[in-house]
Every structure is written in structure tokens, then in C-alpha cells.
């Protein structure tokens, strides 16, 4: 990449699923201080044009099912210096076969950064912007990693401590299976990945089996559901004594699910994660055999806040209530390109620079942290507001319910109707779900429709495609 002439900081998109070429290019890119972009292998050639333009890329490496969709954009792009397919063998070997191995000679820099875009549920990506430094003080917060503070620290702990083996079931187009794999890389240990193109539960247990995984990463019920269907249908078909750890992030994880989940696997340790692309690491809830966080509550972080809905203040660290969710440094640097919104989203509070991504959470008189949903996904009915994430979790809940979306649809008396996406089993009975919504959410909260599906649609991270939730909706 330097010898194509890319230098310090300018932008190499990918564009795969799971290979291993993607963590190859990623830590290239490490070395080399260029920045690397995630691209969504589920966009369309237009939305590829769009983030490369955006970020002004000078190189993009994908895989060769992709070649149509990148075809028509590299005409459209003269600034790309290298565009390289990464599984037709020549062209890519051919790269990582050239030059010697020895040191660059160059000096890198807590500077240096990567771009995660992100879609979001309306609007065009944006990139949000991570300095290395931040980004791995923020790795270093994870309760699976041993803190360190200089290299030499770092360097005592991968040699005394055994080497992790970490099993990314999410995409590495999202920021969640990159870190985990860069960060389990890092101490010395090992990334397994699935090379399904569709989440397939026993490919995991084959692939945990097989690499002696330490510990899974998942996105929520969507992941964590099929998975115990599988151990369930096979028992003892699979060698699971060196897991430890199955974590999620950026999706509900629930409380019949991780029980399940315990039951079949006692000696695991079950971690949510709280965090956003902006900012990590929020909060976390253990699951084991002896303990568990209420469902539905968090332990915040060190660095978590809650900031007064009008921003006007950081709220008390033992004030009990709602605010908008918040950490402190370190966290993103902000979105590429958009001051506007990167002053949004990243606010001087009382003198201090504080990350507000949007969420609005509820601190208990206990010191948990209550999830409530995020602004961007409120839902204005009748001149009440409804979080749609907080109707889907009660909805999951429900007995005969496997998964859930809720979407708002313009309506001539309430201005927008709650309307619920969901997928059912063979034991579902809508009245018995209405009863049991009634016990858990205002009536206005009620979805005015529940519409059945084979499945809600989501994205290949498992987080909801809240865009084709309504237009499923509009066809219905």
C-alpha cells in the first residue's frame, strides 16, 4: 500500500465477510498508519460510491462476489490507487508476497485513526472517527482483557497469561467483531471465524468445537436463540470445555435466552454490552450460574454518565432518574465531515467534553443503569412519545414471540400508530400478548397491529433493518 503511494492517514476501504484477509488488511493498515473503512457487503454500488467519496478513499480490497457492486464505482472514483480483489488468488498474493519484512521505518502515533461507518435508521452512513490511542484505552475497559498501563506491562501479561481464542459469530464489518479480533489478537491470542454466509448455529458449535474457542461474540436473542436450539437438538455432540465467555453487544439479550443458555452451559460466564460506534463500553450485566443483573439493568462504567435531557448538566453519579446516556473521554473523535452533527453528539457539559450518542436511560435508586431507547427510534402517537426498542423488548418477552420490530406509520388519528413486526411460534395467541403488554407498558405503548412474519428483517450484525420494517409494513 505505501509502495501504490497511499501515505499517513489516507483511507483503504474493505469490503467482505469473515475472511481472514479482512483482519490481514486491518492490521496492515495498523502498521502502515492508513485508515481503514468498514464497508456494509449488504449496500448497494450507490451507498459504496457515497462512503468512499465520503471519506475520499484511495484504496478499496473486496471479495470477488462483490465485483459487480465495486465495478461501477471504480470508474466513478479516479483518487483510488489500489483496487484489489482479495480471494482470486493472483492479485492479492501477489501483493502480500512483494517487499521485505522488516521494520517500515516509520513512527506511529495515537493520531493514527480507522472510520467506522455506521448506517444508523435514517440518512446516509457516517463515518464515525476513532484515534488508535482512544480506541484502545476504550479495549482495555473490557472485563475479559487485563488492564495495562505501558508496553512493558502489556508484554508481562501476554507471556504469563494463556492465550485467548476468540470466536467473532458477527460480521467483521461491524465494529464489535473487528475490536474483539484485534483485541484478542493483541494479547497473543487467536480470532476463528465462520465462513457461512448466513449465521448457522451448529457451523459455530463445529467452528467453538474445533478452534477450542474461549469465548463468543454475539448479537443478542437473534444469535442466542438458534444457538440453544442447537445444543438442545445435539446434546452432547460437541466439546465445549475450554468456552468461558459468550458476549453480546448492540442488541437484547434476554432473560429466558441466557437461562437457557446457563443450563446448558454452566460453566460460561454471559456478558452484555452497553455501548454504541461513538461510544463503548457504557455498561455491562453478567449472567452466570450463581449471579445475574436484573434483566433489563446494567453496571455502568467508570467513565458512564447520565446527562439531563436538556444538557444543561452531568446528573449526580448516585442521582436517581432518567437522562440521556453519556461517557467521558476516551471515546470517538467524532463523525468525518459533519461538524454539525459531531457537535450534536459531543457536547461540552459543565466545562467537560462528554459523548451523548442519543440513548435515554434510568439510573435506579441501586446505581443500575435502565435502557429506555434512543431518540432517533422515538415514535410520536397521539402526542405521547414510544421508544421502539422498549415495545420490542416487552414484545420478546411475551410468550409465542421469537423476535420483534416496531415501527411507527403515518395514521390519520394518532399522527404515527405503533405497529409490531413480529415472528411467532406454533404457541402464540395475540390476545394472551395483549394481556401480558398490559402488565408491562401504558396502553398508549400498545402496538395498534401486530403483523406475523416468517422473520423481522434485519441486518447481518442481527440489529433490526428498521427501513425495510416499514416498507413490509406499507406492503401489508
Known sequence: MIAAGLNAGDRVAILARNATEYLEIVAATYKARLAWVNLNYRYTSAEIEYVLKDCDARAIFYQKEFATTVAPVVSALPRLAMVVPIDEGRDYDALTGEGHSGP????????????????????????????????????????????????????????????????PACPLMHGAGTNSSIGELLNGGTAILLTGKGFDAEELWDAAERGKATRILIVGDVFARPMVEALRAHPGRWNLSCLKVISSAGLMWSKEVKAALIELLPEVTLIDILGASEASNLGFAFTTATRSTPTGLFEPSAATVLVAPDYSRILDKDEAGPGLLGRRLPFALGYFGDPAKTAATF?????????????????????????????SMVINTGGEKVFAEEVEEALKRAPGVIDALVVGVPDEKWGKAVVALVQTGTNFDEAAVRERLLNELAPYKLPKRILRFDAVPRHASGKGDYRRAAAMVAEA
Open 104 to 167: 517500515l521505518g516509520i513512527e506511529r502515533s495515537p493520531e493514527d485513526s480507522y472510520f467506522l461507518y455506521t448506517g444508523g435508521t435514517t440518512g446516509m452512513p457516517k463515518g464515525v472517527v476513532w484515534r488508535m490511542g482512544d480506541a484502545r484505552a476504550v479495549q482495555l475497559e473490557s472485563p475479559t482483557l487485563k488492564p495495562v498501563a505501558t508496553l512493558e506491562e502489556h508484554l508481562a501479561a501476554v507471556s504469563n497469561a494463556p492465550a485467548g481464542r476468540v470466536l
Open 347 to 375: 457536547r461540552d457539559i459543565g466545562g467537560e467534553l462528554i459523548a451523548v450518542p442519543g440513548d435515554l436511560a434510568e439510573r435506579t435508586p441501586e446505581g443500575w443503569l435502565r435502557l429506555i431507547g434512543r431518540d
